[in-house]
């Protein structure tokens, strides 16, 4: 028989040993689970990747089919709404057609005109240096035609 000291002391290595063993296998699963961990947040960005660029894709394809069917411009319903088909059409429905003809824009009245601050000799100065049809108007103004 082991005497008491001896099985004391194997008492002690057995419950460091399985101290040291029970740590080994924390810290084992502990790294594991960081694998896990990485693997699953990899997967989580590349998936949120793959559904921005089917929301692209589908904001893309969402604008080329009103822009052609509103005959206007896709980047402009792509640059000025959120993306959503409602927004687009709304917006498609207030833009001008592409080709469309666009008004000129006429020049305001500068107040000189033949009845207002310019006197006869100088409307008929200006016809004879420069007969365009404005200062004729305002020559045939002044005779009375």
Known sequence: MPE???????????????ALQATRTREQQEAALKQRETAVAEREAKLKE???????????????????SFNVSKDTLLKFTDGS???MRELAAQL?????SVQTVLAPDSGRSAAGATTKAQIMDNYRA??????R???????GN
């Open 50 to 68: 793959e559904v921005d660029k089917a929301a692209a894709q589908l904001k893309e394809a969402t604008a080329v089919a009103i822009a052609g």
């Open 130 to 135: 420069n007969p365009t049809p404005e200062t």
């Open 4 to 18: 008491p000291e001896e099985q004391e002391r194997q008492g002690e290595t057995s419950a460091a040993l399985a």
């Open 85 to 87: 088909e409602a927004a």
């Open 96 to 100: 001008p057609k592409i080709g469309a």
């Open 137 to 143: 108007a305002a020559y045939a103004a002044i005779r």
